[in-house]
């Protein structure tokens, strides 16, 4: 069955630090791959998607995502981190019509 | 904000009982799918509805069902509630049925089983 894995559940970074969360999914077909985004007390909302194309897709507030095929990878980057970024951050892949499998999820908290 | 509402906001049953969660989505959206959240935990899909008809489903029991309706609005049904069904529900909506739509999410109903 597909999965996705997030490896690191809590990051604690310092502002200005720069970011990466790993992302790592299972098929090995043509996926379609998200990352979305849970402020505190909000809703999930899109952080950006990976259908085909450039591998380097960027997406809302100044974050990217790197598809690297060979490594079942999709991980997701910003160079400086604000505070307002402390959130809950989900990858997700689906490959065919409606099944959106998610990740565990990374917490990720920002030292002001 | 997204556009898509959810009612209740909370919800505490014992087990045994059933419920009904709500979810309003985005006008125009023709597609709505649910997914249970546990502690802790990524959003799980439970089904899709597309144009009031069922169009997927994960790995759930069938006393997880469904309903939409032609104004946009759509039921969760879960019944003879466990424990285990403790978690946040969420809806999302979409404005069609394809794997490259953008899923637009409530806030979710957090549901209590005791």
């Known amino acids: 069955a597909q999965s996705v894995s997030q490896h690191n559940h809590h990051v604690i970074l310092s502002e200005a630090a720069s970011l990466e969360l790993g992302c790592n999914y299972s098929?090995?077909?043509?996926?379609?791959l998200f990352w979305y985004v849970q402020y505190p007390g909000q809703h999930l909302q899109l952080l950006l998607k990976?259908?085909?194309?450039?591998?380097l897709v960027k997406g809302i507030k100044g974050f990217e995502a790197e598809f690297i095929k060979s490594k079942f990878s999709f991980n997701l980057r910003k160079p400086s981190v604000q505070w307002s970024d402390t959130a809950e951050y989900f990858c997700?892949?689906?490959?065919?019509?409606?099944?959106?499998?998610f990740g565990s999820g990374t917490r990720l908290s920002i030292r002001p | 904000e997204t556009g898509v509402t959810q009612s209740p906001t909370h919800l505490i049953k014992t087990r045994g009982q059933q419920v009904t969660l709500r979810c309003s989505s985005q006008?125009?959206?023709?597609?709505v799918s649910w997914y249970q959240q546990a502690l802790g935990q990524g959003p799980q899909f439970i089904f899709q509805?597309?144009?009031?008809?069922?169009?997927g489903r994960g790995n759930f029991p069938p006393r997880f069902s469904g309903l939409q309706f032609p104004n946009y609005s759509s039921e969760l049904n879960v019944n003879a509630l466990e424990l285990d069904d403790s978690a946040l529900y969420l809806c999302?909506?979409?404005?069609?049925?394809?794997?490259?739509?953008?899923?637009?999410f409530g806030p979710g109903t957090r549901l209590l089983v005791l």
């Open positions: 999302a909506s979409s404005l069609d049925r394809g794997e490259q739509e953008t899923q637009y």
């Open positions: 006008s125009g959206h023709n597609t």
């Open positions: 997700a892949v689906n490959e065919r019509a409606s099944k959106i499998i």
């Open positions: 509805y597309y144009r009031e008809e069922e169009n």
């Open positions: 098929y090995g077909g043509t996926v379609n």
């Open positions: 990976y259908f085909s194309g450039d591998p």
